[in-house]
Each structure stands twice: as C-alpha cells, then as structure tokens.
C-alpha cells in the first residue's frame, strides 16, 4: 500500500492499522488508547496539527470519526540515537542497483531503538534516495555484502531472483575449534566435511529464537565445509568454516553451526541465549555474507559482488 507521506531525513512514515468500529467514537481517541505510554495532550496537539492522515493524504483531526479510514500515517518521534561507530562501503552503483559491504552492529533497515543509525536510512541521506529499498537482508549481527533496489520500476526482477533462489550466497564463520578436532580427518560429531547439513527450523510465537524440530520434514539446507583451523590473533582455537545455503531461513547459519556443536564465536543467542547486554564492539559476530552471484535479470550478465571484509578471528597459524 503506497504511502500518502514522502520519506523523511531516510525514514518512512509509520502506517498504523484502524479498527473500523469498537468502544471509541473517534479515530484520535482511538490512537491515545492504542499509545497508552504516550502523552494524551500531545498525540491530540499532532492531530490538531494536521500531522497524521489518511490513505487520501488529507490529515486525520481530532474529531473524525471512527470508521472512515481503516488506515492512517505518520512520522514517528526520532530518538536520539548513539552513533554506531562503523560505516557501510559501497561497493557497487548504477540506476538499478545499490550493493554495500555491511559492517557487523549496523542493521540492515529500522527497528527497535534503531532508525537512522540503519544501512537503509544510512544509504537514503548519503545517495539521496527515498526509494531505496533492501532486496535481501543480515542480521544486525552479521557484516558483509548486501544488495539495494534503487528505483520501483526495477524492484521486483531481482527480488524474483531470491524468491526463485537464483542467488547463489556464500558466508565464512568463526567458531572455537571442537576439542577433539583434527584437521587431517574433519568431522563434526559423526558428520565427514563437507556436509550437506539438512534440519527443520521454526519461527515460533512470542519466543526470540528459532527452534530446531526433528519430527518435521528439513526445510533448511546449507552446504558446509572447512577453510582452515589454528590459532587466531587473540589466541584462540578456532575452525574456520566456509557456508553456502540452500535456503534462507532465519537465523539458518547460526542455527546450523550451533546443532553441529560449533556455535559461532560472539553469538550472544545461540546454542545459548545470553543476557541482554551492551554491544562489544571486540568480539563481533564471526559470520561474514562474503559473496552473492546472479545473472542479472535486466541485462543477462553474471555478476559476482564480494566483500572486502574480514572476520577477526580467523587462524593466522
């Protein structure tokens, strides 16, 4: 549904549902029902203002009745927000498409407490863009190469192109080496490298991490391998490892990694769910999107975008 309100400093305006009938007899009662935790006098000030419409563009007032729009927009209240101390490189730029090396803690679009410290919102102001819009997209967690649509008409040839999975994606991770490792004869658990680890992930309700259900059918592939094993710059003994998916299910990378007893260095949600705590900007993420392959659905051409990230905690010996 197109938005009546432009974006803004990088940022869209919020769409807010309206329920077309229920106990209040206007659109603004009710909003300061629904923002409870809001201020009453200043979301009626906003109103007043003109500063929430409808679908029309025309703005909502203080005294319109519920059920004559089912939808209505706004620009939100931005925080302040502390600047996340890493920038975005672009790595490639045409009329169509917008490809950037995502640094680790930066997301990728807005959410929670972050907005325009967000690759999306990062990327508007700096090119000048409202309509850039993400094709794919990392965890917040994870850095590396991601690819932006730069204009609508554009858009949807290469999303089409994940849908049908015609991305070919490779990552690396770090994880701490397995005890009994031996890099003459790689095994995870009774798994001979390279692996075709296969499993059933779920999103369930209310709970923040995926869970892994063995009485359903895999519906998550990745295809795993070893780049090397040592010593890494900190000292620790790692396994460095090399990860092509087959599909794109949430958190699949660090869900995999974690099921074979290898969980990836600096990941605070799995095997384990630490508690929530300050970023530590000296040990980020060790999962790298190191490269994404096509063949460009508007010229026919192979295209190949790598990173020119690295992960820190890679063997040095």
């Known amino acids: 549904m197109p938005s009546p309100l432009p974006v803004r400093d990088g940022v869209g305006p919020t769409r807010l549902h309206v329920p077309m009938s229920g106990p209040w007899e206007t659109i603004a009662e009710y909003t300061v029902t629904r923002f409870g935790h809001l201020d009453p006098d ?34 939100r209240d931005l925080p302040v927000e502390e600047p996340i101390p890493f920038r975005e490189e672009i790595l490639h730029r045409d009329d169509d498409l917008v490809v950037i090396d995502k640094p680790h803690f930066l997301p990728t679009t807005p959410g929670g407490r972050y907005l325009q410290e967000s690759t999306l919102v990062r990327l508007r102001v700096r090119l000048d863009n409202p309509d850039l819009t993400p094709i ?3 965890d917040r967690a994870t850095a590396g190469v991601v690819m932006f649509s730069a204009r609508p008409d554009t858009r949807g040839a290469y999303q089409s192109l994940f849908e049908k999975r015609q991305v070919t994606k490779v990552y690396e991770a770090v994880s701490a080496q397995p005890a009994a490792w031996d890099p003459s004869a790689p095994v995870l658990g009774e798994h001979t490298l390279p692996l075709l680890y296969r499993n059933h992930i779920a999103v369930r309700r209310g709970e923040l991490r995926c869970v892994v259900d063995d009485a359903r059918e895999p519906n998550a592939e990745t295809l795993i391998d070893v780049l090397g094993s040592g010593v890494s710059v900190s000292g620790r003994a790692v396994l460095h490892t090399i990860l092509r998916p087959r599909t794109g299910r949430m958190h699949q990378l660090r869900v ?7 969980g990836i ?17 000296s040990l980020p993420l060790q999962l790298l999107a190191r490269e994404v392959e096509f063949t460009d659905p ?11 990230r690295t ?6 010996s």
């Open 42 to 75: 200043e979301l009626y000030r906003r109103f007043d203002a003109g500063e929430i419409v409808g679908r029309d563009g025309h703005p909502i007032r203080r005294h319109t009745a519920l059920g004559t729009h089912p939808f209505i927009w706004y620009y």
């Open 265 to 281: 260095l600096g990941d605070r949600w799995y095997p384990e769910l630490l508690p929530e705590a300050p970023d530590d900007y």
């Open 298 to 308: 508007l010229t026919g051409v192979p295209r190949r975008f790598v990173t020119r």
């Open 136 to 138: 794919h997209r990392l």
């Open 311 to 316: 992960l820190d905690e890679a063997p040095i």
């Open 256 to 262: 995999h990694l974690a099921a074979l007893g290898i």
